[in-house]
């Protein structure tokens, strides 16, 4: 059994007390059931002071199993998880904590505050002789129910074979709360209430019911309305249920003493319905049993008999200990049980934190995010996040940088909700292909394919935990977050608890959680990337680092060049492969252009060659190219200082950086109209100048990061043919952008060259 629950532990979390007949005789069956010998259940069954020693051996060798439908070790879990039991408070073989298959993040309370060795008693005192058993009633009735209501209470009763006494009957259910109430204001100078609800027997004592009736019984179904519960405990004394009443801020109406072993509590409960009112009792009884006060399980239900205050039973008087005590109600007195077991960490001092000097947590993308924290990438469709995900966590895996961040390498958790398990592994086989790296760490990459399995996040989030435990992943990755979204995206509050869930995982699991989510709808090229995300503000509150997609407005000469760049380099392939020898002979700078390189094309494989490859092979590279997109990414972070934007080419499977900086200029699509931003102020002149300037300058750094880029011997030249392919642009635009700034130069020859500055 060590490899099995401890079914011993959990019944520390069952009082026998609390259950009835037939669910006692059930964790007698389960313990047999899973093997526990007979003085398990016969030391716990000790508790209950309905306990006979001489018969428990016999009744543990009639317990039996119906193969079909055995009493297993289940039931003992379940009663356990009723009393506030969570598996995360138990420890398997390897000492590690763990969750169950169903458990939710949010059942993992302990809701234990109260030692009962340290509550000290509350004395009760009991009325002397003097006292008014009218007067009692009266209040209990005037408290707990409206004059229109039906109550039910029973004074007659018989005693049995042990010597105790049991009701008789159903009792009266026919009178209102007004009736009784005039009866007891009529014979209110009388010793006892016979004249008013008929003689009881002194040793038995009477009862009365808690929840108002219709009039025409006493089962559940009879009661109109679901007011209140009945707590009762007689495994402490009556000082000490007195005190752990009042300690637990229990809403109680009435307080009444029982005239035997225990107090009942008449509690405030206010349940809508029978459903409402079954979950409000279980807790009820759940943190009562939890705190030391452990509960009899046999006064759940709402048409339950309570004792009537203001009668005689034995020695004692039944009467009212105190009226409405405790928190006003069942709602503030339910927040104040979870405020109280928040889990929320203690104060500390920042004095201590100084001389601790705690470490940061360790870098996994490089000026992006650290292990353990959150990452949210956003975009809108078609700009292939999914795949952005994918290269991440090959990169992670492979200890590569991705979209130029450098990646330490690590272990991978990729949940994939969209694609099928053969398309999940075509995706990554191909994106593979495209980096052009050997998939040297697959072993870094695990992929949970959740397609047709999708649950909401705080279902799935033990589950994961569970599943992942024993991995120790550096990143989990979710893809994308709708199929497991709880709530409406739009409610702050739903979201702030969904989001939750991630700080769960990066926590229990110590990783980095990263997750993909969509844009709003509409044109997003005016909005802060950090505002992008559909749905709640909470998505750009809650992240550590949010990167975002936005697509960039492609002009048509740019996408002539990127032709023009993707002919010359699928020339200059051909000519590599089939004539290696010519490819020496190439200039660098015909390496640029598509007319260039279709003359050496030509003379390398001759004109029939040459035609047959231009006329039938370039048609699938031009619609590549104008299937391209392009994308700006940029990054809103906690941790890190803000990065520079990266511009990428998104080009079926794999994103790629825009090395040679032809993206920078681009606006993003949706951004207000040129027209519209050379309009402001009116138009007048001095904002006009101000444009005038700042375009210029643009022009000059272009022309810089392009002379850089393309000068790629350092020669400090270039013909200005090279900038005109470069920027896709007439030669006179370059040239006017040229003459228009004072560190580049133009010749008669056209070549381009910097300003030689004098040592003045």
């Not at 027997?201 to 559940?220: C, Q, S, T, Y």
């Not at 990066?506 to 505002?531: P, R």
Request: hydrophobic letters at 35%.
């Amino acid at each position: 059994m060590t490899d099995k629950l401890n079914l011993t532990l959990l019944l520390e979390y069952i009082p026998p007390s609390s259950l009835d007949y037939l669910d006692w005789v059930s964790v007698g069956m389960a313990l047999k059931f899973e093997g526990y010998p007979f003085d398990v259940w016969d030391t716990w069954s000790q508790q209950d002071s309905r306990y006979n020693a001489r018969e428990m051996e016999a009744k543990w060798e009639s317990l039996g199993h119906s193969k079909d439908t055995p009493v297993t070790g289940a039931f003992i879990t379940m009663k356990a998880k009723e009393n506030g039991w969570t598996s995360s408070a138990y420890s398997g073989s390897d000492g590690n904590e763990f969750l169950a298959w169903d458990d939710e993040v949010s059942a993992a309370r302990d809701y234990k505050f109260i030692d009962k060795a340290w509550v000290e008693g509350q004395e009760i005192n009991e009325p002397t002789d003097n006292w008014s058993p009218a007067e009692q009633l009266k209040t209990y009735i005037q408290t707990l129910f409206k004059n229109d209501d039906y109550i039910g209470y029973v004074v007659e009763s018989w005693q049995k074979d042990d010597g105790k006494y049991s009701v008789s009957g159903s009792g009266n259910y026919t009178r209102t709360a007004e009736e009784i109430l005039n009866d007891l204001e009529r014979y209110k100078n009388e010793k006892d209430l016979g004249f008013v609800v008929g003689d009881s027997k002194k040793e038995a004592g009477a009862w009365i019911r808690f929840n108002p009736l219709d009039g025409k019984g006493v089962k559940n179904d009879n009661v109109t309305d679901f007011r209140y519960a009945l707590v009762e405990s007689d495994n402490l004394g009556l000082e000490k249920q007195n005190a752990i009443m009042r300690e637990l801020e229990l809403p109680i109406a009435a307080l009444v003493f029982s005239g035997g072993k225990s107090i009942h509590a008449i509690v405030k409960v206010e349940a809508k319905d029978k459903n409402e009112y079954r979950d409000r009792v279980e807790y009820l009884y759940k943190i009562c049993n939890k705190n030391g006060l452990q509960v009899d399980g046999q006064n759940k239900n709402p048409s339950r008999l309570s004792r009537m205050p203001g009668v005689v039973r034995g020695d004692h008087k039944q009467f009212l200990i105190d009226t409405n005590i405790g928190k006003a109600n069942w709602e503030e007195w339910q927040t104040w049980i979870e405020d109280l077991n928040d889990d929320l960490p203690e104060f500390e001092s920042l004095a201590e934190m100084f001389k601790e000097d705690p470490p940061l947590a360790p870098v996994l993308i490089d000026g992006v995010l650290r292990r353990g924290h959150k990452m949210l990438i956003a975009g809108p469709s078609k700009a292939g996040k999914s795949f952005a995900l994918m290269e991440m966590t090959i990169s992670i895996a492979e200890g590569i940088p991705w979209f130029g961040f450098n990646c330490e390498m690590g272990k991978v958790l990729y949940l994939n909700m969209e694609l099928d398990r053969p398309s999940a592994y075509k995706r990554f086989k191909d994106i593979y292909q495209a980096m052009g790296i050997p998939p040297k760490h697959l072993e870094n990459i695990s992929i949970w394919n959740m397609r047709g399995h999708s649950i909401p996040m705080d279902k799935l989030t033990p589950k994961l935990i569970r599943r992942a435990q024993k991995e120790k992943f550096d990143a989990v990755i979710i893809d994308p977050i709708y199929k497991v979204l709880t709530g409406s995206e739009n409610d702050a509050e739903q979201m702030a608890k969904f989001t939750n869930n991630f700080d769960k995982v990066a926590m229990e699991l110590g990783t980095s959680v990263i997750y993909c989510h969509h844009h709003s709808k509409g044109a997003q090229g005016g909005k802060s990337s950090m505002d992008r995300s559909s749905g709640s503000g909470v998505f750009a509150r809650d992240p550590d680092a949010i990167l975002d997609l936005i697509e960039l407005d492609v002009t048509k000469s740019l996408r002539d060049q990127q032709k023009n760049r993707a002919t010359a380099k699928f020339y200059a392939d051909i000519i590599r492969d089939e004539k290696p020898a010519y490819f020496p002979e190439i200039g660098q700078d015909d390496f640029l252009s598509a007319s260039e390189m279709r003359k050496h094309l030509t003379e390398a494989l001759g004109t029939e060659r040459a035609e047959r490859i231009a006329g039938f092979e370039l048609g699938p590279l031009s619609k590549r190219v104008d299937l391209m997109t392009a994308w700006r990414l940029e990054g809103t972070l906690r941790e890190f200082p803000k990065f520079d934007s990266v511009n990428l080419w998104f080009n079926y499977p794999l994103h790629y950086s825009d090395d040679a900086g032809v993206l920078k200029d681009l606006e993003p699509v949706g951004s207000e109209p040129a027209y519209k931003r050379g309009a402001t102020n009116g138009g007048n002149s001095k904002n006009s100048e101000e444009k005038k300037a700042e375009r210029a300058k643009k022009n000059t750094e272009n022309l810089i990061s392009a002379f850089t880029t393309l000068d790629i011997e350092s020669k400090g030249e270039l013909r200005i043919g090279e900038l005109v392919d470069y920027f896709g642009k007439s030669r006179n635009t370059v040239k006017n952008w040229i003459d228009n700034q004072d560190i580049l130069k133009i010749d008669s020859k056209g070549i381009v060259s910097f300003v030689e500055k004098s040592n003045e």
